[in-house]
């Protein structure tokens, strides 16, 4: 598995320069359900998306609500988590994306690459490259990927 640009990735997004240490990491299909062993390669915590958000229910709730704001919010105290080493690598984040409409996914990628600022933690979101071509238009990947936060394997 050839990890360099992840590597490059994770030390741009794991130091201090950013205001707002977020990256997105596409994977190729080989690298689908290797999130957890791609984050220790990276000397990275590992959490699963899917998992957060179904442990962020309400008891006894009958519905998955995954609306934008709840994300950010679930994203923002992840990223101020005191008990990670300050390196995490998401999987699943398409689980989130797939319940959203374009211009709240558009909204999510937004808080995420701009408005998500001072964290403890890095944060790169690992999905694969289809689910972020239909979440996140051409051009704002283009922007990420400017700024030197989108890698892909």
């Given at each position: 598995m050839a990890l360099e640009?992840?590597?490059r990735l994770m030390a741009y997004v794991g130091g201090m320069a950013l205001r707002c240490r977020t990256g997105i990491l596409c994977l190729g299909h080989r690298d689908l359900g290797a999130e957890?062993?791609?984050a220790a390669r990276l000397r990275a915590d590992h959490a699963d998306w899917t998992d957060r958000l179904l442990s962020d229910c309400a008891p006894g709730a009958h519905r998955l609500s995954c609306s934008w704001l709840r994300q950010a919010d679930l994203m923002r105290r992840l990223s101020n988590d005191e008990g990670s080493s300050g390196r995490i690598v998401v999987a699943n984040f398409d689980f989130g994306l797939s319940g959203l409409a374009p211009d709240d996914a558009s909204r999510l990628w937004s808080y995420l690459r701009t408005d998500l600022?001072?964290?403890?933690?890095?944060?790169?979101v690992a999905l694969p490259q289809r689910a972020l071509d239909l979440s996140l238009p051409a051009h704002e990947q283009q922007e990420w990927d400017d700024e030197g936060r989108l890698a892909r394997l």
């Open positions: 640009d992840a590597r957890a062993d791609i600022v001072h964290c403890r933690n890095a944060i790169i």
